[in-house]
């Protein structure tokens, strides 16, 4: 029997924003790398599905190269192939920065998908705060974590796992088609951090800078962009008391 609802196929559903949008999206379709054959078997029977393609291997040592490419690229392809209505495909800002692995692969993915796809979006952003992140550089400073690698001058941009829900889930949003930023409006440094809520931090000496040269206000779809990244970290705390 076919689906003429509308259904959301959210990948890499097991941790971070995948696993958010699953746990907050009724109905939704979680594929992880363990159900990854039989959920893409079912949606094939699905007319009106929204793919939220959070799935990506952001390993920096990576081993096994064929399984890199099969957890990034080949996933893609198979999802692009499916009678999707709708594809979303989160991407980072890290492709306006220095080429890494990491960046390289997120530019290439973001190509195809503007190549092949239709109706779809591409969301560059930057660092994720929610319940289901992983341990950050932020978290180290909030608990004086020992063994912090970055440089007290390392600049991050945050937003919340829940504005990116309020996005993807609104209907006034499914009409827009392309690449588009979703940041807050202001970095803020590690160091900022350490002394805003008083931390006593050691830190290490590799500086990492998220770069917002190339971002337009008029490519930035967040909600409240008028919002610092300090103050995306203060209602963070707020919703993890």
């Known amino acids: 029997m076919t689906s003429k609802r509308k259904i959301y196929l959210i990948t890499g559903a097991g941790s971070g924003l995948g696993k958010y949008l699953h746990k907050n999206i009724p109905g939704s379709l979680g594929l992880?790398?363990?159900n990854r054959d039989e959920i893409l078997r079912y949606c094939t029977k699905i007319e009106d599905l929204v793919i939220l393609h959070c799935a990506f291997n952001a390993k920096r040592d990576v081993e096994d190269y064929s399984d890199y490419l099969d957890d990034n690229v080949f996933l893609t392809m198979e999802l692009l192939s499916l009678p999707y209505s709708r594809f979303v495909y989160f991407s980072s800002v890290d492709v306006y920065g220095a080429l890494t692995p990491y960046s390289f692969l997120k530019r290439a993915v973001g190509d195809l998908i503007a190549k092949v796809a239709d109706n779809y979006l591409i969301l560059k952003l930057p660092a994720i705060l929610g319940p289901y992140m992983r341990p950050n550089s932020l978290i180290r400073v909030l608990e004086e974590a020992p063994g912090l690698t970055l440089s007290a001058e390392s600049s991050f941009n945050y937003v919340?796992?829940?504005?990116?829900l309020n996005l993807v889930a609104a209907d006034k949003t499914t009409e827009i088609v392309g690449e588009y930023d979703f940041v807050s409006s202001t970095?803020?440094?590690?160091?900022?951090i350490a002394s805003h809520y008083n931390k006593n931090v050691t830190f290490g000496n590799f500086t990492y800078e998220t770069?917002?040269?190339?971002i337009l206000e008029k490519n930035n779809l967040h909600p409240s962009r008028t919002r610092t990244s300090l103050e995306k970290i203060e209602l963070f705390l707020e919703e993890t008391k």
């Open 211 to 214: 770069n917002l040269s190339k």
């Open 160 to 164: 919340l796992q829940s504005d990116i």
């Open 187 to 192: 970095n803020v440094t590690l160091a900022e």
């Open 32 to 34: 992880t790398r363990s």
